[in-house]
């Protein structure tokens, strides 16, 4: 079993269009972090969530933290073919030590 | 600015042979390493991570091991692959003083032949 889950595990939309992401854990993190990765390259640190219930948006990507700093949400707004890749959360659960843990990822596809 | 270089992008090797895979870290000192495996559907397995020179710690019993001679040098090594070894391996590094999130190489396709 995974300590992170996430869902939709893939994701086909068309440009324009608007989407959210989720990243759901029966543990609580003491932080959480959203990747995007493009085939053949390594994942790219979008942003870092701390405090529960904390928003973060960066350009039309809006990134959530539950209040019980179990989940996140990653919405994207007017979606754009640049948008396509796989999305990764990763964070450290309480009690786990100091390494953090990554979802399987949504893979979304965004097409023109 | 930082940069890290990891090489062969890919690479085919047939089982019970050798494998030595590189990855190098710039414009930083003491930083944590890791080495990560990734699989279809599964994520992003930790291997190893090391914080220091010659301190290294394993997260998975497994064919491989790691080392790191240098203190912004981090080299993941086979003695015999098996096939199961197929897969994109990842390094990244991360600031010793204070998590920040990885940063992550470019990574490295192996395929078991």
């Known amino acids: 079993t995974q300590l992170l889950e996430q869902s939709p595990q893939f994701l086909s939309i068309q440009e324009g269009e608007n989407l959210t992401v989720y990243c759901n854990s029966s543990?609580?993190?003491?932080?959480l972090q959203w990747y995007r990765q493009e085939p053949g390259e390594g994942p790219v640190l979008l942003v870092t969530?701390?405090?529960?219930?904390e928003v973060k948006k960066l350009k039309r990507l809006t990134f959530q933290f539950g209040d019980a700093r179990k989940d996140s949400s990653l919405h994207i707004t007017a979606a754009q073919p640049g948008d396509t890749g796989l999305y990764l959360c990763a964070g450290v659960p309480s009690n786990y030590g100091q390494n953090f843990v990554f979802g399987p990822g949504t893979r979304l596809s965004v097409l023109p | 600015s930082q940069t890290i270089h990891q090489w062969p992008a890919t690479l085919v090797q047939p089982v019970g042979s050798p494998l030595s895979l590189e990855c190098t870290v710039e414009g930083t000192s003491n930083p944590n390493l890791y080495w990560y495996r990734q699989a279809a559907g599964r994520g992003l397995q930790l291997l190893f991570y090391s914080v220091g020179i010659g301190q290294i710690s394993s997260e998975v019993p497994q064919n491989l091991s790691a080392s790191r001679p240098q203190d912004r040098q981090f080299i993941l090594s086979s003695k015999k692959l098996l096939l199961s070894d197929s897969g994109f391996y990842l390094c990244a590094w991360s600031w010793s003083g204070g998590f920040q999130g990885y940063t992550f190489g470019s990574g490295t396709r192996l395929t078991v032949v």
């Open positions: 969530v701390v405090t529960g219930g």
């Open positions: 543990s609580v993190f003491s932080s």
